[in-house]
């Protein structure tokens, strides 16, 4: 008895650690097959990191470095430009005669193509100085060019680096001085040669993981009317939670891939605007305080921003006094006048 009892009990133990076996088997092959795909997502996401400017999850080694602002001439003979789509941070401001002048910060884009490149501003300045940027311009008035050096700003003009940086782009039908281009690749370059700081110090943009409403107004449609038949329009896309960008009612396009220039976040940034010189140059002043608007998600709300010297951070809060967190993607800062002429519905 005590031996078919021993047998009886070997028996069962075989049996219980073979059946653990097939279950451990299956629960590891249930698992392998679950995770492939999610391993991929977890890897690809812990590889990359949030870029500072945008939100959006890109390389480490792209967002390890120094932003680039270059200034874009947007005269009608100039346009369209190249290069604007890939842009992560974009400003347009008025420059003499009602024309107005944009100003693109890159850090993870490296276009092939950019321009036409512009002359500088002094209020253009303070808004690249925020992001430690690399300056990229050609020339600039009188005030612009003394603080570029009295201020020891890190740039690359085309007043000095032509024949490396720079060049005539004789293709896209536009004659001088609308058709001044450069490349990343070239910009970067210098950069290294001449020995600038290859990493930028300046403080990122807080955003949302995901595309979130602001709880505000609507805004399907945005028109900003500079004067003299100088407007700029957004249209919102539902379907891709994108505002298309319009500039004096045609789309506007970048010359590199013939896309339609698009927009996450709009911020509308009202500043004092006066003219100071006979050449109508301005003086825009965005160091200080003022109103504006913030239009994302097919809405907007109200704000206020707050600049307190020419190389921090512009601040910009709700209604409520809090900081605003921007919806992962790029932005367009539309620098206008006081109460300007602007319709949001």
């Known amino acids: 008895m005590k031996k078919i009892f021993l047998?009886?009990?070997?028996?069962?133990?075989?049996?219980?650690?073979?059946?653990?076996?097939?279950?451990?088997?299956?629960?590891?092959?249930?698992?392998?097959?679950?995770s492939e795909e999610e391993n991929e997502s977890i890897n690809d996401k812990s590889e990359k990191v949030v870029s500072p400017l945008s939100g959006i999850y890109t390389e480490k080694n792209k967002v390890d470095r120094r932003p680039v602002a270059v200034m874009f001439d947007n005269h009608r003979n100039a346009r369209w430009q190249s290069g604007l789509s890939e842009a992560e941070v974009l400003y347009e401001f008025l420059v003499e005669g009602k024309i107005t002048r944009y100003m693109a910060i890159y850090l993870v884009n490296d276009p092939e193509v950019i321009g036409p490149v512009r002359s500088s501003r002094p209020y253009f300045l303070s808004a690249a100085l925020e992001y430690d940027s690399l300056y990229v311009h050609c020339g600039g008035s009188p005030e612009a060019v003394e603080d570029i050096e009295k201020l020891n700003i890190d740039n690359v003009s085309c007043m000095s680096e032509s024949n490396d940086v720079f060049y005539r782009n004789n293709e896209v039908g536009k004659s001088s001085p609308h058709n001044l281009y450069t490349n990343m690749e070239s910009i970067r370059k210098y950069q290294d040669e001449i020995g600038y700081n290859l990493d930028g110090d300046y403080e990122a943009f807080s955003f949302n993981k995901e595309i979130k409403s602001i709880k505000g107004d609507n805004a399907k449609e945005v028109i900003i009317d500079y004067g003299l038949n100088n407007i700029t329009s957004y249209k919102y896309d539902d379907e891709s939670n994108l505002y298309l960008r319009y500039k004096d009612g045609k789309p506007h396009i970048d010359e590199n891939n013939n896309t339609n220039l698009t927009a996450t976040n709009i911020i509308i940034q009202e500043a004092n605007t006066q003219v100071i010189d006979e050449q109508k140059r301005l003086q825009i002043d965005i160091i200080g305080k003022g109103e504006g608007y913030y239009i994302t998600n097919g809405e907007y709300i109200k704000i206020t921003w707050e600049k307190d010297s020419r190389e921090s951070k512009t601040r910009y809060y709700d209604e409520l006094g809090k900081e605003i967190i921007?919806?992962?993607?790029?932005?367009w800062i539309q620098v206008t006048p006081i109460n300007p002429e602007i319709k949001i519905s």
């Not at 921007?326 to 932005?331: A, C, E, H, R, S």
């Open 7 to 34: 047998i009886l009990v070997i028996i069962f133990l075989i049996f219980t650690i073979s059946c653990s076996e097939d279950q451990n088997n299956y629960e590891l092959d249930d698992t392998d097959n679950q």
């Open 326 to 331: 921007l919806n992962p993607g790029n932005t």
